[in-house]
């Protein structure tokens, strides 16, 4: 695997970053977020793993989504990290 091997990881993480806080925006409950996070992640992992599969590091579908759920959930782990530093 080479250098670009895992450049769709972050793309993933902040598209879904700003899709959670797009929906934060609604009148939606914000516990739902890291499901909707995690399931969104799963799904543009497979995307990218068929639109572009030198991108992600995944040889099945199964690892893509994989892939694709733990960047999802990063991105809400992102924020909470920044809200948290913001507070202190």
């Not at 695997?1 to 990881?9: N, R, T, W």
């Amino acid at each position: 695997m080479d250098i670009l091997g895992i450049a769709a990881i972050p793309v993933i993480t902040i598209i879904c970053y700003l899709i959670a806080e797009a929906v934060k925006a609604t009148a939606l409950d914000n516990k739902w977020l890291p499901i909707i996070c995690g399931t969104l992640g799963g799904a543009l992992g497979v995307v990218a793993r068929y639109v572009s599969p030198e991108l992600i590091p995944a040889t099945d579908v199964l690892t893509a989504i994989a892939i694709g759920i733990v960047s999802g959930f990063a991105a809400t782990g992102i924020h909470q990290t920044f809200k948290q530093l913001a507070e202190k």
